[in-house]
């Protein structure tokens, strides 16, 4: 081993050093290392052009689905391609993790509108009226008895941290009836629908179509948490978020879909348009990060034709890439984090350093220029005649 080290890797075909025979296993695997250490974006790299890859123009897809690429293609490639997991250990929780946290405020607060909206009419509070005492005690039963069933099953944790987090989740939940009221109220609006489906068996609502350059479009399934009306007829797209907002924050309508990371706003939109049979209404999608440590703060912005124009741009790029086999990792340029960031890219959990460095030598190749314009905020695409610029 330490005379193949020291020389030149072998081929298949090339004698070894010292004239040892070349091990077939041992030269395809000094293929393999000798191609990730080359400036060239090979199949060892995530280029599976050429091969059959589904795409997402030939099908039904879902927002979150798809920023899984922009966010990291190789992880995009393993899970939604080769359907490979990573393996979860939740005996060695000492928390509730934020999925399982996003889940259980989902379900409680999907159940609390749902119940109103089910309910009697008068049930139902105007622009103006803020939600009751009753209200109050209605959600937070809802929640006793989910956080309940996560408990039963093993899913929050140790007691000793538990205890604590089901109180901030409760102080959460009604504080999102206190700044749900305020926002009623300013902004004339009334709940309609909770985790409005669309696309998924049973839907009442078929996927929404969002169009692409060239005439070509993605139709997309999902659900959105809720829809508001405003006394105006302008709807409101809401999405609950449970952990930061600091992700959010540059999202506008001028960068509406945060290098193709962030395109549940306008997919939820198209959806609620398609809800209220209004396909040319005035239409507001937000983010709302419904805890504590999320502030309670909204992130979002109205979905106008040049917002749709940039997104469909965006995503247009996308589908084209994922068609041409563009699969690289997209390690973080950093080490520092003490957490894994991506377990496709670091699944020993010992950082990506290396595998940066390897994606960093192939910037130069001409096949990963569509994924490094998007990935590196340098997006700049034409759609019907007018130029859609990059931030």
């Keep these: 081993m330490r005379a193949l080290l020291s020389g030149p890797l072998p081929r298949p075909g090339r004698a070894a050093p010292d004239g040892a025979a070349t091990d077939p296993v041992l030269a395809a695997g000094a293929a393999l290392l000798e191609a990730r250490r080359s400036s060239v974006f090979t199949r060892f790299d995530g280029n599976l052009h050429g091969l059959p890859v589904p795409s997402p123009a030939g099908g039904i897809t879902s927002a979150t689905r798809l920023e899984g690429w922009a966010v990291c293609p190789y992880a995009y490639f393993v899970k939604e391609i080769l359907r490979v997991e990573p393996v979860e250990s939740p005996e060695d929780r000492l928390q509730i993790s934020p999925l399982d946290l996003g889940n259980l405020i989902h379900e409680v607060l999907e159940r ?6 089910d309910g009697p009419p008068e049930d139902l509070p105007g622009p103006d009226e ?38 901030r989740i409760m102080t959460d939940l009604i504080r999102f009836l206190h700044a749900d009221s305020d926002h009623r109220g300013q902004f004339a609006t009334t709940p309609v629908a909770a985790e409005l489906a669309f696309g998924l068996a049973g839907a009442a609502l078929p996927a929404v179509e969002l169009p692409l350059p060239g005439g070509r479009q993605v139709r997309f399934r999902g659900k959105a948490d809720r829809l508001d009306v405003a006394t105006d007829g302008t709807l409101e797209v809401v999405d609950y978020k ?21 395109l549940q706003l306008v997919v939820y939109a ?3 348009r398609l809800h209220q049979g209004a396909p040319d209404a005035p239409v507001r999608s937000e983010y709302w990060f419904t805890s504590a440590r999320g502030g309670f703060t909204r992130v979002g912005y109205p979905v106008t034709p040049q917002v749709l124009a940039r997104v469909g741009a965006t995503v247009g790029l996308m589908a084209a890439a994922i068609e041409d ?25 010992l950082g990506v350093v290396d595998l940066r460095r390897q994606i960093d030598r192939k910037s130069g190749d001409a096949a990963l220029a569509a994924f490094l314009e998007l990935a590196e905020g340098t997006l700049g695409a034409v759609v019907d005649g007018a130029e859609v610029a990059s931030g």
């Design 130 to 167: 803020p939600w009751s005492l009753a209200d109050r005690d209605r959600i937070l039963a809802i929640a006793d008895e989910v956080c309940d069933r996560y408990e039963a099953h093993g899913l929050v944790g140790r007691p000793i941290f538990w205890h604590r987090a089901r109180r």
């Design 325 to 349: 086999g563009v699969f690289p990792p997209h390690p973080t340029a950093t080490s520092t984090s003490p957490f894994v960031e991506c377990p496709y890219c670091d699944p020993d959990a």
């Design 270 to 272: 198209l959806a609620a």
């Design 242 to 262: 449970t952990g930061r907002s600091e992700r959010y924050a540059g999202l506008s309508e001028d960068e509406p879909d945060a290098r193709g990371t962030k």
């Design 112 to 117: 609390f509108i749902a119940g109103i909206l």
